[in-house]
């Protein structure tokens, strides 16, 4: 199967207004601005920075000691100048309490030191950052559109090591069938197949299955259309751009458990990869509301 691995209107819309070349070429403020809005966070001016800081210390009081250890393994997450509060003297943000939710759901049930890892759509890198700092992987390998590939690199070369640093491969999507070759035990995609057209998302779940053992997906599980959460800020143009992206286009109640469940099982049903793929496990992906997550296993022919 082939497509042109290109971008959707969304992020077509998004790359012009927001991930300019001028907005992420310094790194000094970049995670508590607009390019970090669009790809970790919303907007704190619409959400409120009082409320984003109670749900990031809500998550790190309610962390195990394993997480706690995967947390404290994880060295200059001050880069960026992230939105933080301070628990036992250290710094901690969502993004990063995040990741280790997510690593803890990946590493329970998938073999990872030594692993080639596949993420598609990483964002800036916290999730290579934290696994290349709790596990001693083999390669580390983002796919992504130019700009946010960009970023992580810069973002990536200031928080690794020069070993970690090495192992990581940057390929944009427009390379992925020259430069993408042998297989690997994990692939992973949080929070952007909502965002692709799903022509790519289809293409990249027949990559995933094609090349891959495990498969981590951590995304919304449907739309919504309450103007309370944001105010639509950036216009009516925006809101009908992120309804038409993705496989999960219906708009649900995403405060409601129930709703949220009952769309959870179309979750695990439409990123499975293919007939040959089980799930290992899902749930919810804390703490957004609709965010689901699920793991899944290719067995053998």
């Given at each position: ?48 920075v009082r409320y984003l800081k109670t ?167 449907g739309k919504y259309l309450d103007k ?40 695990v049903a439409v990123y499975r990869p ?28």
């Amino acid at each position: 199967m082939s497509i042109r691995n290109g971008q959707s209107p969304l992020w077509e819309h998004i790359n012009k207004t927001r991930m300019t070349e001028e907005a992420i070429a310094d790194l000094g403020s970049f995670r508590s601005g607009g390019v970090n809005f669009k790809l970790a966070l919303w907007d704190t001016e619409t959400n409120g920075v009082r409320y984003l800081k109670t749900v990031a210390y809500n998550l790190v009081a309610g962390l195990g000691e394993a997480n706690r250890r995967r947390l404290r393994r994880i060295g200059n997450r001050d880069v960026g100048d992230p939105i933080t509060v301070t628990w036992d003297g250290e710094r901690v943000c969502v993004d990063y309490l995040r990741a280790v939710h997510e690593l803890e759901f990946i590493a329970e049930r998938v073999p990872l030191d030594g692993a080639r890892v596949l993420e598609i759509g990483a964002g800036y890198g916290r999730t290579c950052h934290a696994m290349l700092a709790n596990h001693a992987l083999a390669a580390y390998v983002i796919v992504d559109l130019p700009t946010s590939l960009e970023l992580a690199r810069r973002y990536l070369g200031a928080v690794l090591t020069g070993e970690q640093f090495a192992r990581v491969e940057f390929v944009a999507v427009e390379e992925v069938e020259e430069r993408i070759s042998g297989t690997f035990d994990v692939c992973l995609n949080i929070d952007s197949f909502a965002e692709m057209t799903e022509d790519t998302v289809r293409y990249y779940l027949s990559l995933v299955d094609e090349r891959c053992e495990h498969f981590y997906v951590n995304n919304p599980v449907g739309k919504y259309l309450d103007k309370s959460l944001d105010g639509h800020t950036q216009g009516q143009q925006v809101v009908s751009l992120a309804l038409s992206t993705g496989l999960l286009r219906d708009v649900i109640d995403i405060h409601d458990n129930q709703h949220v469940r009952a769309q959870s099982r179309k979750f695990v049903a439409v990123y499975r990869p293919g007939e040959r793929w089980t799930t290992v496990a899902d749930g919810w992906a804390p703490p957004w509301s609709y965010y689901w997550q699920a793991l899944y296993s290719r067995q053998p022919v």
